[in-house]
């Protein structure tokens, strides 16, 4: 309790561009284009005893996205890690999430190039959005009805211009699902709202091409070379919607969730109904790498 009664409130810090400052106190010129037009980039990583292990492979992603925008990033790797670090210090997290955002600033309309006076902002939680028991139970998917653009130049840019995972996730909540499952204009899944998506058939690891529009995500990549590693067979390759139905399991990566079993795709119980085999192993085997990197 503070003076007179009165209990204290924990302010949160964000850092924006090269300070940290109170939440309430951040802000973004009126004419930035990541507000006007989603006109930006983010990241969202996992922090595991305050520190992001795979921070470099996260910052690399957002580089390659910059090149694709005709972008020129003002901040090295050292600076973008050495703002992650403060924002996770001043919070006091040890365990969480970190956000790093960056738009193009306020510009001179459509002007291609280099960022004239981009934003840069951090925000760091102790919130994840998985609780212990998804993780033996399994979470619910749904065929979403909304197409995917494999050929939109958006197409594997992690963008702030994120409305259409946003209504697809809405979509598959509102029907009682965890999650959306996305099929591109060819007919051949993608990934999911939030997450990169694995099959299991007849023992082979299988996932969508990154031809297939999905995001080339961190955490698949980790789970292919640890699938790799351990010996399993693997493919990267087009999916058919119809192979959820005949698939022996099935299971979701992003970085905050690390390996998510789906137990209930489209009404339909995935395998046994429980999570599979490889999915525990790997989720495992993904825990013990991110150990060895700490």
């Known amino acids: ?4 009664g009165v209990t204290s409130l924990v302010v949160r810090m964000v850092f924006v561009n090269d300070r940290l400052v109170p939440e309430g106190a951040a802000m973004v010129p009126a004419q930035d284009h990541g507000f006007l ?4 980039l983010f990241e969202t990583m996992r922090a595991y005893d305050g520190r992001i292990p795979l921070l470099k492979a996260h910052v690399s992603r957002l580089e390659t996205s910059a090149r694709r925008l005709n972008w020129i990033l003002p901040w090295t790797y050292p600076y973008l890690m050495q703002g992650v670090q403060q924002t996770l210090a001043a919070n006091d997290v040890q365990n969480g999430s970190v956000r790093l955002t960056i738009t193009r600033g306020a510009g001179r309309g459509w002007h ?3 960022c004239e006076n981009p934003t840069l902002l951090i925000i760091a939680s102790k919130e994840l959005p998985y609780r212990p028991e998804d993780y033996t139970t399994g979470l619910a998917a749904l065929t979403c009805p909304f197409l995917k653009n494999e050929g939109s130049p958006l197409a594997g ?3 702030t211009n994120y409305l259409e995972y946003i209504l697809a996730r809405q979509w598959a909540k509102s029907h009682g699902a965890d999650e959306a499952l996305m099929v591109n204009t060819t007919g051949y899944l993608a990934e999911g709202s939030m997450s990169n ?9 299988v996932t969508p091409e990154l031809a297939s529009g999905c995001l080339p995500g961190i955490a698949r990549r980790v789970v292919l070379q640890l699938a790799g590693d351990m010996g399993l067979a693997w493919e990267e390759r087009q999916v058919s919607p119809g192979e959820l139905t005949a698939a022996e399991e099935i299971f979701l990566t992003n970085s905050l969730m690390e390996v998510m079993p789906l ?3 489209d009404g339909r119980q995935v395998g046994s109904g ?8 790997l989720g495992q085997a993904y825990r013990r790498y991110i150990c060895s990197l700490l």
């Open 1 to 4: 309790m503070g003076a007179l």
């Open 37 to 40: 037009y989603g006109h930006g």
């Open 112 to 114: 291609p190039g280099n």
């Open 157 to 159: 840019i992690k963008s």
């Open 197 to 205: 998506i694995f099959l299991v058939r007849q023992g082979i690891l």
């Open 263 to 265: 137990t209930t795709v």
């Open 274 to 281: 429980r999570p599979g085999r490889l999915a525990v192993e």
